[in-house]
T-cell receptor, first 112, second 114 residues
Framework: QKEVEQDPGPLSVPEGAIVSLNCTYS??????FMWYRQYSRKGPELLMY????GNKEDGRFTAQVDKSSKYISLFIRDSQPSDSATYLC????????????FGTGTLLAVQP | DSGVTQTPKHLITATGQRVTLRCSPR?????VYWYQQSLDQGLQFLIQ???????AKGNILERFSAQQFPDLHSELNLSSLELGDSALYFC?????????????FGSGTRLTVV
C-alpha cells in the first residue's frame, strides 16, 4: 500500500464547475499537507499548504485536512480552462525529515 | 520562470552510459532537492543538500550520486543507466535546511534511456 493514494483521473468538468480533488494517506505522523499544480512539461508549482487539520482558502482554492480520517481535499470554485493540469497532493512529517511524499497526481481537464 | 534552472531539458542516452544533470537553485536558496518522476511511481525523493552538505537521503540508487558545489549549484550523476531510469528528474530549492513545504521546483530534465 502506498503512503499517499490519489485517484489518477482523468477528471473532466465544464467551465465554471466546482472541482473536488482528494487524497488519502496511511501515516498519521504527517503534519504538513500541500497541493501542487503541474502543467504539462513543467515542474510542480505550490498552490497551498496547511499545517495539521483545518481549512485554508486562497481565492478560488480551498484546502481541507481531516487528520482523523487521514483525508485531504482541494476544492476549486468557478473552474477555468487554465486550471487544466495535474494536481499533486504532498505531505511531510515536519522537523528534520525534509522529504515530501507525493501522490501520483490527478489529471484535470476543464472544458470551455 | 520559477528561478530554479535545470539543464539540459532533454537527454537521450544508451543503456550503460553515464549522465550528469545540473541544477542552479533560486537566488538565496541554500537547499537543493532532487526528485525523480515516473509514470508509475510519481514523484520520488532522491536526496537533499544544504549549503554543500548532504542533508537527507531518500530512495536513491547506488548508481546515482549527487553533490552541491560552493556556488550552490548541484549535479546529479546517473551511471550504468538502465531502461528503467527513464524519467523526469526535478530539482527543487528552498532557503533553509528543514523546509517542510514550499519548495520551488525547476522545469525538469527528461531522461530517455534507449
Amino acid at each position: 500500500q502506498k503512503e499517499v493514494e490519489q485517484d489518477p483521473g482523468p477528471l473532466s468538468v465544464p467551465e465554471g464547475a466546482i472541482v473536488s480533488l482528494n487524497c488519502t494517506y496511511s501515516n498519521s505522523a504527517f503534519q504538513y499537507f500541500m497541493w501542487y499544480r503541474q502543467y504539462s512539461r513543467k515542474g510542480p508549482e505550490l498552490l497551498m499548504y496547511t499545517y495539521s487539520s483545518g481549512n485554508k482558502e486562497d481565492g478560488r482554492f480551498t484546502a481541507q485536512v481531516d487528520k482523523s480520517s487521514k483525508y485531504i481535499s482541494l476544492f476549486i470554485r468557478d473552474s477555468q480552462p487554465s486550471d487544466s493540469a495535474t494536481y499533486l497532493c504532498a505531505m511531510s512529517f515536519g522537523g528534520a525529515t525534509n522529504k515530501l511524499i507525493f501522490g501520483t497526481g490527478t489529471l484535470l481537464a476543464v472544458q470551455p | 520562470d520559477s528561478g530554479v534552472t535545470q539543464t539540459p531539458k532533454h537527454l537521450i542516452t544508451a543503456t550503460g552510459q553515464r549522465v550528469t544533470l545540473r541544477c542552479s537553485p533560486r537566488s538565496g536558496d541554500l537547499s537543493v532537492y532532487w526528485y525523480q518522476q515516473s509514470l508509475d511511481q510519481g514523484l520520488q525523493f532522491l536526496i537533499q543538500y544544504y549549503n554543500g552538505e548532504e542533508r537527507a537521503k531518500g530512495n536513491i540508487l547506488e548508481r546515482f550520486s549527487a553533490q552541491q558545489f560552493p556556488d550552490l549549484h548541484s549535479e546529479l550523476n546517473l551511471s550504468s543507466l538502465e531502461l528503467g531510469d527513464s524519467a523526469l528528474y526535478f530539482c527543487a530549492s528552498s532557503v533553509g535546511p528543514d523546509q517542510n513545504y514550499g519548495y520551488t521546483f525547476g522545469s525538469g530534465t527528461r531522461l530517455t534511456v534507449v
